[in-house]
DNA sequence: ATCAGCACCTGTTGGC
DNA sequence: TGCCAACAGGTGCTGA
């Protein structure tokens, strides 16, 4: 499931690459991993990649046409550069000049290829990012007023705070010794800023390590990530807390798992 | 307006 | 051992 640090690690390492290719065709194996609510993909034939960002989870290319080509891996979608094998699952493949290949490959056909014509912003939703300067304690509190709904539900929504997901979600949580099904507006003001800088943290060392293997994510070279040894409650269920040896518990909320420590998190 | 519940998908797992 | 239902979860839509 690629979250935020794992769409930084594909961002970081495409940037450098895709940046002033230009798209010589685009290949389409699945028709629907074209988002039809964006142009089709054909019209970015011709185009030249002026940089690659990533917003939330999307990966975004700026387009020389002043659009922007988003692609969101969803569950197992994986982007990888120039694939030594023919790889199994491709949905879609860029072809640059030069002859370099850019695969969408997704087993579950969740990922989606999206051509945004006007602001991002807005055809996209995206909250805050959690490293965005302006997301202060104060800014946090305000976005938490009120909110009835689980913190850990509400942490994995896409427009109050972009990026985060199930296993992060899991993890920040675990950082900040806050109980996953504390209602969001029932924070104190110091589990807030507590949430706030471990939440951080835990993204940053997660990017340092190239991101969690989990199931399915491999980065743009096909390589696994490494944070998937360092997770502290997020598939570790009925394993000791690396804390204090409890027995890491699995609640479902919202349809999804939710790892916590019963005894860390409170 | 807000939110719960389901649809989208297929590879993997666990139970019988 | 083999089969098959259940499960995995990010997002978008529907209906309450």
Same mark, same amino acid.
Request: net charge positive.
């Given at each position: 499931?690629?979250?935020?640090?794992e769409?930084?690690?594909i961002?970081?390492?495409?940037?450098?690459?895709?940046?002033?290719?230009?798209?010589?065709?685009?290949?389409?194996?699945?028709?629907?991993?074209?988002?039809?609510?964006?142009?089709?993909?054909?019209?970015?034939?011709?185009?030249?990649?002026?940089?690659?960002?990533?917003?939330?989870?999307?990966?975004?290319?700026?387009l020389?046409?002043?659009r922007?080509?988003?692609?969101?891996?969803?569950m197992?979608?994986?982007?990888?550069?120039?694939?030594l094998?023919?790889?199994?699952?491709?949905?879609l493949?860029f072809?640059?000049?030069?002859?370099?290949?850019?695969v969408?490959?997704?087993?579950?056909?969740f990922?989606?290829?999206?051509?945004?014509?006007?602001?991002?912003?807005?055809?996209? &939703?995206? +909250?805050?990012?959690?490293?965005d300067?302006? #997301?202060? /304690?104060?800014?946090?509190?305000?976005? %938490?007023?009120g @909110? $009835?709904?689980?913190i850990?539900?509400?942490?994995?929504?896409?427009?109050?705070l972009?990026?985060?997901?199930?296993?992060?979600?899991?993890?920040?949580?675990?950082?900040?010794?806050?109980?996953?099904?504390?209602?969001?507006?029932?924070?104190?003001?110091?589990?807030?800023?507590r949430?706030?800088?471990?939440m951080?943290?835990?993204?940053?060392?997660?990017?340092?390590?190239?991101?969690?293997?989990?199931?399915?994510?491999?980065? &743009?070279? +096909?390589?696994?990530?490494?944070?998937?040894? #360092?997770? /502290?409650?997020?598939?570790?269920s009925? %394993?000791?807390? @690396? $804390?204090?040896g409890?027995p890491?518990?699995?609640?479902?909320?919202?349809?999804?798992?939710t790892?916590?420590?019963?005894?860390?998190?409170?």
């Amino acid at each position: 499931m690629p979250e935020l640090p794992e769409v930084e690690t594909i961002v970081r390492d495409l940037a450098p690459t895709l940046r002033g290719r230009r798209i010589a065709a685009v290949w389409i194996g699945w028709p629907r991993a074209v988002d039809p609510r964006g142009r089709p993909a054909e019209t970015i034939v011709g185009e030249t990649i002026l940089d690659v960002r990533r917003l939330g989870k999307f990966i975004v290319l700026q387009l020389s046409g002043g659009r922007h080509a988003t692609i969101h891996l969803r569950m197992t979608g994986r982007l990888i550069l120039d694939p030594l094998d023919n790889l199994p699952h491709a949905r879609l493949i860029f072809t640059f000049i030069g002859g370099s290949r850019l695969v969408l490959s997704d087993a579950r056909k969740f990922g989606r290829l999206r051509i945004v014509d006007g602001d991002l912003g807005a055809a996209l &939703a995206q +909250g805050a990012d959690p490293f965005d300067k302006s #997301l202060t /304690a104060q800014a946090l509190a305000k976005m %938490l007023k009120g @909110r $009835r709904t689980p913190i850990k539900v509400w942490l994995t929504n896409q427009r109050y705070l972009a990026g985060i997901g199930n296993i992060y979600a899991c993890e920040s949580l675990y950082e900040a010794g806050i109980r996953p099904t504390k209602r969001a507006g029932r924070l104190t003001s110091m589990q807030r800023d507590r949430l706030l800088h471990r939440m951080r943290r835990v993204l940053r060392n997660a990017i340092r390590n190239r991101g969690s293997s989990v199931d399915d994510y491999l980065d &743009a070279e +096909g390589k696994p990530g490494g944070f998937q040894n #360092l997770l /502290a409650v997020y598939g570790r269920s009925g %394993l000791p807390c @690396r $804390r204090c040896g409890t027995p890491i518990r699995r609640i479902v909320q919202a349809q999804r798992g939710t790892f916590f420590c019963p005894v860390c998190q409170r």
